[in-house]
């Protein structure tokens, strides 16, 4: 089946409006891949007619540098396994409610937001899951790679044989806001974080660091939105553990003619609610993009018992360009990229002291 979209899905894809590139993405790790991708965005002009797909390469591009990285460890290679040792990763991408693409439980193959493009261009369907969705990748020319790096494998050990061990469940240390593995903060070691590890350990990002998504937002000067989130999922999960990052509607979300947003954290959370939904269909009302991730963030609130280890944020852009985050507690960071540089910035609403 062709990639090509007709004439009227091909307009559904562009915002009312033009303004220059914006480039929004989860967690000071993702600066480096911000870097890298940032070319690809740019180069978009707003007369590029058939450059309709390079809003979402961007995305891609950004999660393509976290899932090498063996030092961030929520995602791709460096991730931390489920509870029996293996590493499963999920992902979505997704320009429009017509054009998206998904996958979960991949356990063969490096890059599930690649995997979900190939799932959008070339099938009718959304979502692919388990050894079918690898076995999909094979025949659509995606490489088979070892998923499991030495230091997370080691990580699954220790978790093994310790119940204090690094987990989002269980470690109370983690929970409290104090480093569990003398400061180091693996997931915040990525290539090119050695500038902003200050930054990093005074806004309390450490705390978040074993279980997080990267979500990444494209905004190009033509006006198109793309959205893309890759990760491992929950460290030490239940096997067949599936979060909100694969699914379209709850960590993420894009509508041309209202804005797009992603979420991190913890997952449940954000199914429960629909959350990207519903920041997305608070722009659509009115509402800016922080204040429609205000909304997400009191939906959780009223929803749930909030424990110690759970987190909620979010970035959204609106269809006109604005962008806004928002997270439940401290210690989120997110990272903007536009023609003034590369820079990671606090969430403009916290909704919790604790």
């Known amino acids: 089946m062709s990639d090509k979209l007709p004439a009227e899905m091909a307009a559904e894809l562009v915002s009312p409006s033009c303004s220059p590139p914006i480039l929004l993405s989860t967690w000071s790790f993702s600066v480096a891949g911000a870097k890298l991708a940032w070319p690809t965005l740019a180069a978009v002009g707003a007369g590029a007619g058939g450059e309709r797909d390079c809003a979402l390469e961007a995305c891609l591009q950004v999660c393509g540098e976290a899932e090498r990285d063996p030092r961030v460890d929520s995602v791709g290679y460096g991730g931390l396994p489920d509870a029996s040792g293996r590493v499963s990763l999920?992902?979505?991408?997704?320009?429009?409610?017509?054009?998206?693409?998904?996958?979960?439980?991949?356990?063969?193959?490096?890059?599930?937001?690649?995997?979900?493009?190939?799932?959008?261009?070339?099938?009718?369907?959304?979502?692919?899951?388990?050894?079918?969705?690898?076995?999909f990748a094979s025949q659509h020319g995606h490489l088979e790679a070892e998923l499991l790096s030495p230091e997370a494998r080691a990580k699954w050990e220790a978790w093994r044989s310790d119940p204090h061990a690094v987990d989002q469940s269980r470690d109370q240390a983690a929970a409290a806001g104090r480093p569990t593995d003398g400061g180091n903060g693996a997931i915040f070691g990525a290539s090119g974080m050695s500038d902003l590890l200050a930054e990093v350990v005074t806004t309390g990002e450490l705390r978040w660091r074993e279980h997080d998504t990267v979500g990444v937002l494209t905004r190009d000067s033509g006006g198109r939105l793309a959205g893309a989130c890759s990760t491992s999922g929950t460290p030490f999960k239940v096997p067949g553990r599936v979060g909100d990052s694969p699914i379209i509607g709850s960590g993420l979300f894009v509508?041309?003619?209202?804005?797009?947003?992603?979420?991190?954290?913890?997952?449940?959370?954000?199914?429960?609610?629909?959350?990207?939904?519903?920041?997305?269909?608070?722009?659509?009302?009115?509402?800016?993009?922080?204040?429609?991730?205000?909304?997400?963030?009191?939906?959780?609130?009223?929803?749930?018992?909030?424990?110690?280890?759970?987190?909620?944020?979010?970035?959204?852009?609106?269809?006109?360009?604005?962008?806004?985050?928002?997270?439940?507690?401290?210690?989120?960071?997110?990272?903007?990229?536009?023609?003034?540089?590369?820079?990671?910035?606090?969430?403009?609403?916290?909704?919790?002291?604790?």
Do not use: N
Request: with cysteine; glycine share 12%.
């Open 255 to 354: 509508d041309p003619g209202a804005g797009a947003a992603t979420g991190t954290g913890t997952g449940e959370l954000i199914m429960g609610v629909c959350g990207a939904h519903l920041a997305v269909e608070e722009m659509r009302r009115g509402a800016g993009p922080t204040e429609a991730i205000i909304e997400v963030l009191r939906r959780v609130d009223r929803s749930y018992s909030i424990l110690p280890h759970h987190q909620v944020a979010m970035i959204a852009i609106h269809a006109d360009g604005r962008w806004g985050s928002a997270a439940l507690r401290k210690g989120f960071l997110a990272v903007i990229h536009d023609e003034a540089g590369c820079r990671t910035v606090e969430p403009e609403y916290v909704h919790r002291a604790d």
């Open 90 to 135: 999920d992902g979505a991408v997704m320009e429009s409610p017509s054009r998206c693409g998904s996958v979960c439980g991949l356990r063969r193959h490096l890059h599930p937001v690649r995997v979900a493009a190939s799932v959008m261009r070339s099938t009718r369907h959304v979502m692919l899951a388990g050894d079918d969705a690898d076995r």
